[in-house]
């Protein structure tokens, strides 16, 4: 089993920045693809970025050029920072893990760790 667990969320103002980091503990030899899902109240999970073992990312559109996605594989550690952050950004952001390649879809994730709340106000 795999465990992750998040930190770095809170609330930022419009503009601001913030950094989430998900430490990943247990069974890590199995995992590859990692990433970052949010979820707004009342709207669907989505895909924010995913990075793979060898560091090949993956962003949604709506944060290109703002988010950042990278990994520490020593610290079995993969960080978000977040900057220009919108108040369209608020939601509960999750650290999702697979043992494939690639992660895109939240069905690929097979662990999750629990979410960090980011809240941006205008």
């Known amino acids: 089993q795999v465990q992750l667990v998040e930190s770095g969320g809170g609330l930022v103002q419009a503009g601001g920045s913030l950094r989430l980091s998900c430490a990943a503990s247990?069974?890590?030899?199995?995992?590859?693809?990692m990433g970052w899902y949010r979820q707004a109240p009342g709207k669907q999970r989505e895909l924010v970025a995913t990075?793979?073992?060898?560091?090949?990312?993956n962003y949604v559109d709506s944060v290109k050029g703002r988010f950042t996605i990278s990994r520490d594989n020593a610290k079995n550690t993969v960080y978000l920072q977040m900057n220009s952050l919108k108040p369209g950004d608020t939601a509960v952001y999750y650290c999702?893990?697979?043992?494939?390649?690639?992660?895109?879809?939240?069905?690929?994730?097979?662990?999750w760790g629990q979410g960090t709340q980011v809240t941006v106000s205008s």
């Open positions: 247990g069974s890590i030899f199995s995992i590859n693809a």
């Open positions: 990075i793979t073992s060898s560091g090949i990312t």
């Open positions: 999702a893990a697979s043992r494939r390649f690639f992660l895109t879809t939240d069905r690929e994730a097979d662990y």
